[in-house]
């Protein structure tokens, strides 16, 4: 059974730094795309990172292009999520998927059926 554990999230200020980490288990993941999704308060579920768990291709959200990089550590079975210039409207609880999906749909939550249980970010102003 496929496990997601995401840890790392928290309360920083504007401007600030966070790594998420999301540790896989349960299966290989060498045919799977990892995504990194947030939902804030009220709204939907939102796309914000992807990477194939082989091979080099990775996707962003516009809003964070530039400021978030995705990268996993096979050995460790690990996905990261290294956020620089956050900002007040990154705050949300984010979330690490795991499916077989087509790239080209890898940032659709509904293509995902593994899911861990959250972190919670809080960038102040």
């Known amino acids: 059974q496929v496990q997601l554990v995401e840890s790392g999230g928290g309360l920083v200020q504007a401007g600030g730094s966070l790594r998420l980490s999301c540790a896989a288990s349960g299966r290989t993941f060498s045919s799977y795309v990892m995504g990194w999704f947030r939902q804030a308060p009220g709204k939907e579920r939102e796309f914000v990172a992807a990477?194939?768990?082989?091979?080099?291709?990775?996707h962003y959200a516009v809003s964070v292009k530039g400021r978030f990089t995705i990268s996993r550590d096979n050995a460790k079975n690990t996905v990261y999520l290294q956020m620089n210039s956050l900002k007040p409207e990154d705050t949300a609880l984010y979330y690490c998927?795991?499916?077989?999906?087509?790239?080209?749909?890898?940032?659709?939550?509904?293509?995902?059926?593994?899911w861990g249980q959250g972190t919670q970010v809080t960038v102040s102003s």
């Open positions: 990477i194939m768990w082989s091979g080099d291709n990775t």
């Open positions: 998927a795991a499916d077989r999906v087509p790239w080209g749909n890898a940032a659709i939550p509904d293509e995902y059926d593994y």
